[in-house]
């Protein structure tokens, strides 16, 4: 009994040892893991907000910043906040700087809050905060400054202080912007147009036309300089300016119109009609188009082309007749469906059989018109503001179907955790550690047994076991053949093995002391072992007693952020129903007045034919009265002579 | 400018035409007051409109800036755990001396991820900026990371330059910094730096 029990040792191990090996390998999937996100470095943290931010990427760029700041990292974020738009939180940070930042720090700070102030309309604070003493600001930054310096002068009506910093700019677009403006003010306030042609020019030699912005103020510049110098009756200098402003340009169709009258003004009715030909490729919504309809069969009126000037009226009174038509469908489409819908997305602008087929714009008529509204600065802002609330909208839409994805995977993870918790059977596991146990316990009251009555061969090796079994095979086999052998050969084959058997007893109990020794070491290895996985079992049990801690944790953390993204998300649909009704009454209100417009043009295309069938009525019926008393003064002068 | 008030002018002179046609009995003044009191409540009603609308349009900035925030944190915790997650950055350390063109990243020999410039991108890096080219999960041991750079270097000479990096990933995060810097040679130096 105690040699099978100890001859089965090895073997309970090996048991002992796979259920060991089965905890340790699945235990951790269910651990409640202690593992943290690491912190990112400080630079890359950095690094990262910066990459967004010089991209132009405002929103990442804030979502990014890392929560550690600098001084610097600060203004980093300020200035992001603030291209995004939320003045406010930037106004805070530029607040604290300018009382405890560094002579750099500050001098930003000061020019962000006076851009905030300017952008506020409030010119003097802004001026307070431009006039503050600066140092060490960037050459950019130091020209914007300027630039909104002399702004703010120019808005409360100080042009001589105005024009004395744009004298302190270089060469460059915040230049020319603010020559430009003070180009417009000196035209709005004074009768004679010099100053104002002349700021216009510096604005113009400024400019480096490098980028497409600079290019379109380059024709603005081009364009007002010309206007300008009409009204100074300086019509070859208009001609000169107007020559510039590029053929794809928005202004191109005003440009070509303003280019007609300076010629028309100079008596040159041809030239002028070319140029107004020209215009009228254009939508009839962009600048000066409507203008060339009427100017058309005025010049050819002067030039004496009564029936040419007839039928261009005609043609400007359907012109302006399909395009009043053409309105009133685009208020009902807005109205319908929204500004927004109605020129963001497709909408029945697009299948507007459009007057001009033969459009050289590049561009469709529905462009053209939004081109138009979005010269209006309020509907600018609309529309600004209504990109805006889209991107939120689209971000929170992400979010929502990204969270809809995390909750339902971290759904199937638990429920995967209780099914593994169902396969590892641990009450199973349990019981044959317990078995093992008590085979142990078995195994040491054995040895207990074998220490008392000195049984050698309890604690014998296996090698030696196997040679005393060999040993009574032997003693089998001999008997077998006893009676085909000689007694005397029997005699001495009898007393070989029993020299084998005494041989195998001595070395039994020459190796007992240490035979036992080890057998006693290696019943409190597994007594310890045992004891080991029955604690881990324990431990493991009281784990999956508690459940998925950690993803029940992150479930949670999922849902509580789904429902505040739905929230934000009607919150926002809200705001967006809100926002796309004043955008559509502004553009309602935008469009009614350039109908207004077209009718007024329509008005007045039919008076002016009114007047001239009237005239060309009168010249006919007089050319008749003339004709016919020529021919009675031929008939009396005849009848005299006979 | 000029335009729109001489437009604004014609409305309202059509306006107070007939106006003045129908009312003609009540006084021109009467009549403005009219209209002026009319087009005020109209403008300060529209105006507080818009200002509310601008004000919980700001509100709304705010609190999905707060929301993205925090659920970029959510992500990563949840999506790449620390004792799985690697993340890789690109930093240039160069004065325009090269031109990065393209990037190609591999992760024990499959393609982790690639990656094509725009000029905007290029400027940001040089600016200072540090792009996060890849972020994952791999097991604990022994990993090795390939990174294949195709650009142009100094005097218009392209090239594609391929340097691995072996590493040891551990339980805790893994963050791996590949540099680019001015080299004397023509072609720039490759740093991987490890963090973790």
């Known amino acids: 009994m105690i040699r099978h029990s100890l001859s089965n040792f090895p073997r309970n191990l090996l048991v002992v040892g796979v259920t060991f090996l089965f905890l340790t390998v699945l235990m951790p999937s269910f651990c409640i893991a202690k593992e943290r996100q690491e912190p990112l470095p400080a630079h890359i943290a950095k690094g990262l907000m910066l990459f967004e931010l010089y991209k132009g990427d405002y929103f990442d760029a804030i979502i990014r910043s890392p929560d550690t700041t600098t001084e610097q990292l600060t203004l980093d974020l300020a200035h992001s906040l603030s291209e995004f738009g939320l003045n406010d939180q930037a106004g805070q940070f530029y607040d604290q700087l300018q009382s405890t930042g560094t002579a750099e ?16 309309g409030e010119w003097t604070k802004a001026l307070d905060w431009f006039n503050k003493p600066k140092s060490q600001l960037s050459k950019d930054m130091l020209s ?7 702004n703010a002068y120019i808005k409360l009506k100080q042009y001589t202080k105005a024009a004395a910093i744009l004298g302190k700019m270089k ?37 480096t036309n490098k980028v497409a912005s600079l290019a379109e103020l380059k024709d603005q510049t081009l364009l007002a300089a010309g206007y300008l110098s009409i009204q100074a009756e300086d019509y070859e200098k208009a001609l000169s300016f107007l020559n510039q402003v590029r053929v794809d340009s928005d202004l191109a169709s005003k440009a070509l119109y303003m280019h007609g009258v300076a010629n028309s003004s100079q008596e040159r009715y041809r030239a002028a009609i070319q140029s107004w030909y020209r215009v009228k490729k254009y939508p009839l919504i962009n600048p000066g188009v409507a203008d060339a309809f009427l100017a058309i069969p005025f010049a050819y009126d002067k030039e004496g082309y009564s029936s040419k000037s007839i039928s261009s009226y005609l043609e400007a009174i359907s012109v302006f007749d399909k395009e009043s038509r053409n309105i009133d469908i685009i208020i009902a489409a807005v109205l319908k469906n929204g500004a927004r819908s109605t020129f963001f997305g497709k909408s029945a602008l697009d299948d507007i059989e459009w007057f001009l087929s033969d459009s050289i714009a590049t561009n469709t008529p529905k462009v053209a018109y939004l081109k138009y509204i979005m010269s209006d600065s309020q509907l600018h802002q609309l529309a600004k503001q209504s990109i805006e609330l889209a991107f939120l909208d689209e971000n929170l839409s992400l979010w929502e179907h990204n969270l809809s994805v995390y909750d339902e995977m971290l759904k199937q993870r638990i429920s995967g955790y209780y099914q593994r ?125 508690k459940g998925p801690v950690k993803l029940e944790s992150f479930k949670k953390r999922v849902s509580n952020f789904k429902k505040k993204i739905i929230a934000k998300k009607q919150e926002l649909n809200v705001v967006r129903k809100q926002q796309d ?19 007024a043009h329509h008005e007045t295309a039919q008076q002016r034919l009114a007047h001239l069938y009237e005239y060309v009525a009168m010249v006919q019926h007089s050319n008749k009265q003339r004709a016919a008393n020529r021919s009675k003064q031929k008939k009396a002068s005849r009848g005299g002579a006979k | 400018m000029r335009l729109q008030h001489d437009l604004k002018q014609k409305k309202y002179n059509i306006l107070f035409t007939t106006l003045k046609g129908t009312l003609g009995n009540i006084s021109t003044k009467l009549l403005l007051i009219l209209i002026t009191t009319l087009t005020i409540s109209f403008s300060v009603g529209q105006v507080s409109a818009e200002q509310s609308i601008q004000a919980s349009a700001h509100k709304l900035k705010s609190d999905v800036v707060d929301l993205n925030r925090a659920l970029f944190k959510l992500e990563e915790e949840l999506l790449y755990p620390a004792d799985t997650q690697v993340a890789l950055f690109l930093s240039l350390k160069t004065k325009s001396k090269f031109l990065l063109d393209s990037i190609e990243i591999k992760i024990d020999g499959k393609i982790a991820t690639t990656y094509l410039y725009s000029e905007a991108e290029i400027k940001a890096l040089e600016q200072g900026g540090i792009q996060r080219l890849y972020m994952g999960n791999i097991s604990s041991g022994p990993h090795k990371l390939t990174a294949v750079f195709n650009g142009q270097g100094a005097n218009d000479h392209y090239f594609r330059k391929e340097k691995s990096f072996n590493f040891e990933k551990s339980n805790r995060s893994k963050f791996i910094e590949v540099s680019l810097s001015d080299s004397q040679k023509i072609e ?8 973790h």
């Open chain 1, 105 to 120: 720090s500050k001098s930003i700070a000061y020019f962000q809050l006076g851009k905030a102030a300017y952008n506020r």
């Open chain 1, 144 to 150: 914007e400054l300027h630039y909104y310096q002399a």
């Open chain 1, 171 to 207: 060469e460059g677009a915040w230049a020319s912007y603010a020559y430009y403006n003070l180009g417009i003010a000196y035209s709005e306030i004074d009768s004679e147009p010099t100053r104002a042609i002349i700021s216009l020019r510096v604005a113009d030699a400024l400019n």
């Open chain 1, 421 to 545: 918790i169902k396969k590892a059977d641990t009450s199973s596991r349990a019981k044959r550690i317990n078995n093992i146990s008590n085979e142990a316990s078995k195994l040491k009251i054995s040895l207990a047994t074998a220490e008392q009555t000195q049984d050698v061969l309890s604690v014998a090796a296996g090698r030696t076991l196997r040679r005393l079994e060999s040993v009574k095979e032997l003693d089998k086999t001999l008997l077998k053949i006893k009676k085909d052998i000689s007694p005397r050969e029997f005699d001495d084959l009898k007393q070989r093995i029993k020299r084998l058997d005494g041989l195998v007893m001595w070395e039994a109990s020459e190796q007992y002391e240490r035979n036992l020794r080890l057998t006693q070491e290696t019943l409190r290895v597994l007594d310890k072992e045992v004891e080991r996985y029955k604690k881990g079992l324990e431990k493991f049990e009281g784990l999956i007693a």
């Open chain 1, 581 to 599: 009704k004043a955008l559509t009454e502004q553009v309602i209100t935008v469009l009614q007045a350039k109908k207004i417009e077209f009718v």
């Open chain 2, 188 to 195: 720039p130096e490759f740093k991987f730096t490890e963090w």
